[in-house]
């Protein structure tokens, strides 16, 4: 997200706007933790993970009367349009504000679950893959060294984007995503494959949010089918969510910045940003927060040819 708001703050200085941040979201926008920034105020933050503006959960936002506590601080400072990054939390937020006070927001995507509507790709997504990968590599060395098979369990609750793509990334054997009723039988079906083939590594990505079991009942089911086979269980966990941005990240939520504040000089509103066939697109708060993002089961497909 810092590659966000650099573009944002340095984009809107090059329009000759006023740029302020707004710490910890929408809780800090309602304790007045609003601060001007410049172009320095950004420097060296391109490189670096997370946001330096913080962010938090707001459950007071959630009331009229939050909001308008946080209205009452944007008209003290002279605010008049907003930029918000995040998911459909943030966005809900964001529509009824926006809605309420007829102040102009526009969204950016802002999650490593790459599950929203209007666009390709989420701002961090391509990093959380990237750390995933990173980490399969390293474990496959153990695999092959000790000819072990690895269950290795990465975010996404109802989501499977980073499962698949990294596990097509990483050479995973199978795959087991919420999107699909996987059956036991297909896992070990694909198990069995890959020991007739001779596979001294085997590595099975889990998403957390399957609906096969968890990734501990996976491996025991498997376990008692086959007690000679040596399985360990590795859940990455928040690793995903940090760690420096790739350079995809870093040019996707550049663009974004520059579209948002151009998009609020032009007089957009109420719409998040995305990119879609490599070209800027616009959904509507509403639409954005009512849609998800369809996983392509086509890289699945490819997945399980390479596999064997």
Request: with cysteine.
């Amino acid at each position: 997200m810092n590659a966000a708001i650099r573009a944002v703050v340095r984009a809107g200085k090059h329009y000759g706007k006023k740029v302020f941040g707004i710490y910890e979201g929408y809780q800090g926008m309602i304790e007045n933790q609003i601060l001007e920034l410049n172009a320095r105020s950004v420097k060296g933050i391109l490189n670096r993970g997370g946001t330096v503006l913080k962010s938090s959960r707001s459950e007071e936002f959630k009331t009229k009367e939050g909001r308008k506590k946080a209205y009452d601080n944007l008209m003290a400072h002279g605010i008049d349009a907003l930029v918000v990054i995040g998911g459909n939390g943030t966005f809900t937020g964001a529509m009824y504000f926006s809605e309420e006070y007829s102040i102009p927001v526009m969204g950016l995507p802002g999650t490593i679950d790459n599950d929203l509507a209007g666009t390709d790709f989420t701002i961090g997504f391509d990093s959380a893959c990237n750390v995933v990968v990173d980490c399969v590599d390293k474990i496959r060395d153990t695999a092959e060294s000790h000819n072990r098979l690895f269950f290795v369990e990465v975010m996404g609750r109802d989501s499977g984007f980073i499962g698949l793509r990294s596990g097509l990334a990483s050479g995973a054997l199978d795959v087991v995503l919420p999107e699909e009723e996987k059956p036991q039988e297909d896992l070990i079906s694909e198990l069995e494959r890959g020991a007739s083939n001779s596979k001294t590594n085997r590595i099975i990505m889990v998403s957390e949010g399957n609906k096969m079991g968890s990734i501990y009942e996976i491996a025991e089911t498997v376990k008692k089918l086959y007690p000679s086979w040596e399985s360990k269980i590795t859940i990455l966990g928040h690793l995903q969510r940090g760690g420096a941005p790739t350079c995809t990240d870093r040019v996707l939520a550049s663009r974004l910045g520059v579209a948002a504040v151009e998009g609020l000089i032009e007089g957009r509103q109420g719409e998040a940003i995305g990119i879609e066939q490599n070209q800027l697109s616009y959904t509507p708060f509403k639409e954005a927060i009512s849609s998800k993002a369809k996983l392509d089961m086509e890289l699945n497909r490819i997945l399980k040819i390479l596999a064997t």
